[in-house]
């Protein structure tokens, strides 16, 4: 992604986040398989569980940017999480409580990053640093017409690399 469009996907977008992720997959024993926003949790599924998912909505678009692989995937907020905490002894554990933790305990991750999501990525390491971008319509929009322009332009060089293809035979 070159940064006239990183540039403009943050301007368009109206909430800039930026922290550690962690990933969740189904039968991992940390969830029950249903997503807070309803329906089934799969593998194949592209998406994030946000701890904020109600202030934000279910199926909100999101813009992923992972600084460690310098991929930027499109998704949506489906699922509540993350869970996992640290507490003082740098000990991890599971926080399903509705109130903030403890004094000197910190939240792993700033969201979970679905199985399908994390290798989209490129598989960034676990707590790397990632950018969320909350996205608006216009910045939907911007994004899907730069990925088809992207794709008509390598579709345009097809024929020659057919044909040199031919040529080699």
């Not at 990933?23 to 701890?51: E, M, S, W």
């Not at 926080?95 to 933790?101: D, E, H, I, N």
């Amino acid at each position: 992604m070159d940064l006239y469009v990183h540039f403009l996907i943050w301007a368009l977008s109206h909430t800039v986040e930026v922290g550690p992720v962690s990933t969740y997959r189904p039968g991992d024993g940390y969830n029950a398989g249903t997503l807070a926003c309803g329906g089934q949790f799969t593998k194949r599924q592209v998406h994030i569980a946000h701890r904020r998912w109600r202030r934000f909505g279910c199926g909100s678009a999101v813009g992923v940017y992972s600084k460690e692989t310098g991929r930027f995937v499109l998704t949506t907020i489906q699922d509540a999480g993350p869970y996992g905490i640290i507490d003082r002894d740098k000990n991890w554990k599971v926080w399903t409580k509705s109130f903030r933790p403890p004094k000197g305990w910190r939240f792993r991750g700033l969201v979970d990053l679905s199985w399908a999501l994390w290798k989209k990525l490129g598989k960034p390491k676990f707590l790397s640093k990632v950018v969320l971008y909350h996205l608006n319509r216009d910045a939907v929009r911007l994004i899907k017409r730069q990925r088809r322009n992207a794709v008509s332009q390598s579709v345009r060089h097809l024929p020659q690399y057919a044909e040199v293809r031919e040529i080699a035979e």
